[in-house]
């Protein structure tokens, strides 16, 4: 995993889990358990217990991924471009009233 450092609250728990598989794990939890791209890292286990560790920062870490370089959000290892990212937070955003 990449690690980027992140000059906002909760970012160093962001850098350690990611920011692509952050976005891609809370689709999972919340929109669509069919969505699976945050398992293609070993190390998911651990990056499940920092996320719940860090709920409070959720929805602020999705509206600073969309404002997120896009080479950057590319250096993933779950295979999703910045733009499915950025995507798919959009629709996390959009759909917060529902969880």
Do not use: C, P
């Amino acid at each position: 995993m990449a690690n980027h450092n992140f000059n906002f609250d909760g970012g160093e728990y962001l850098a350690k889990i990611g920011a692509s598989w952050f976005v891609s794990y809370s689709f999972h939890e919340l929109l669509d358990k069919k969505h699976i791209n945050w398992k293609r890292v070993l190390t998911y286990s651990l990056r499940i217990n920092t996320y719940n560790k860090t709920k409070n920062y959720h929805n602020f870490w999705l509206e600073q991924v969309l404002e997120m370089n896009e080479k950057k959000l590319n250096t993933n290892k779950i295979r999703l471009n910045a733009k499915e990212t950025k995507n798919l937070a959009k629709l996390l955003l959009n759909n917060k009233n529902k969880y």
